[in-house]
């Protein structure tokens, strides 16, 4: 039976449509690699780019892509809203049709080695193919993005990379890693409230003793303030939730919701018992929907 992983692959550029393209084209250049979508957002200053495809064929693409941002993005001229330490940031590959995550896991550290090897940059592997604990959590790599990265591994201190020299460069670092599919999903609040947007954001977020599996940044967007979230088990946290709690605490704030948007892609039943009117998703689609894509893949 057909093996089929994917890779969300997020890109420190969101300006520069010619850049953007050529990394696009540079993880096409292989064969039977097909990719679902590529979002820029300009204030992130970050892009996301989903394909898919049959194990060995998604490594080679997901090499390419690699190779294609850090000639092409310098991490010293970047600014963005979003965290970040690398030109291609953060490359998770995710288990979808008869592979495991053992499978993904193999993928991550087989990549790891060889983007430290030939292409000189320090990668960490985080999530199911973590190699030193202190990388588990995303966060705790990027936590004062590339700045603060290239003083501690000068320096010696957490977090180290797992391959790959003990330096940052223009290109910055590649996080690494294997994990179960994930809902990116951010709400966007009727104010232009930066201080509001990063309260909520501290009351939802697991690390903060919030909602489990939640991740999320309050962040400054399109003039607008931004709940950004990552929702790491939308099983156990739904979307329908998240949305839900958000509108009371911006309720106590004496603001409502605007509007919300998904990035990416999301499993159908996310949005069972739901609709996307209801949770005010203005860029929904059937293109949004994951098995819409990979029924076509077939």
């Known amino acids: 039976m057909k093996q089929i992983v994917e890779c969300v692959a ?38 996301v780019v989903t394909f898919i495809g049959a194990p060995r064929d998604v490594l080679r693409a ?74 588990r959590d995303i966060a705790a790599i990027r936590r004062g993005g590339y700045e603060a990265l290239r003083h501690s591994i000068a320096t010696g201190k957490p977090p180290q990379p797992d391959f790959g020299p003990p330096r940052l460069g223009r290109a910055g670092g590649c996080i690494i890693g294997a994990r179960p599919l994930l809902i990116a999903f951010n709400v966007y609040l009727k104010t232009a409230d930066l201080n509001i947007a990063r309260r ?23 003039g607008r303030a931004q709940v950004s979230m990552n929702l790491t088990n939308y099983q156990l946290t739904s979307m329908r939730a998240v949305f839900e709690r958000i509108g009371h605490l911006a309720a106590g704030e004496g603001i409502q919701i605007e509007e919300s948007e998904i990035i990416g892609l999301i ?13 005010q998703i203005t860029n929904f689609g059937p293109e949004r929907i994951l098995e819409y894509h990979l029924d076509s893949a077939r």
């Open 10 to 47: 997020n890109f420190s550029e969101g300006r520069r449509k010619d850049v953007v393209a050529e990394i696009v084209a540079a993880i096409e250049s292989v064969n039977h690699i097909h990719v679902l979508g590529v979002e820029s957002d300009i204030d992130h200053h970050r892009s």
């Open 62 to 135: 997901t090499f390419e892509g690699i190779r294609a941002a850090s000639a092409l993005i310098d991490l010293n001229a970047h600014c963005g809203q979003h965290p970040r330490i690398g030109a291609a940031d953060v490359v998770p590959f995710v288990p979808l049709r008869n592979v495991t995550m053992a499978d993904c896991v193999a993928l991550a550290r087989s990549l790891a080695q060889r983007v430290g090897q030939e292409l000189q940059l320090p990668v960490f592997l985080y999530r199911e193919a973590a190699m030193q604990e202190a990388n």
């Open 267 to 279: 499993p159908r039943d996310a949005l069972a018992g739901v609709t996307a009117p209801q949770l």
């Open 200 to 222: 909520i954001a501290r009351t939802i977020r697991e690390s903060s003793g919030g909602m489990p599996h939640v991740m999320a940044l309050g962040l400054f967007v399109k």
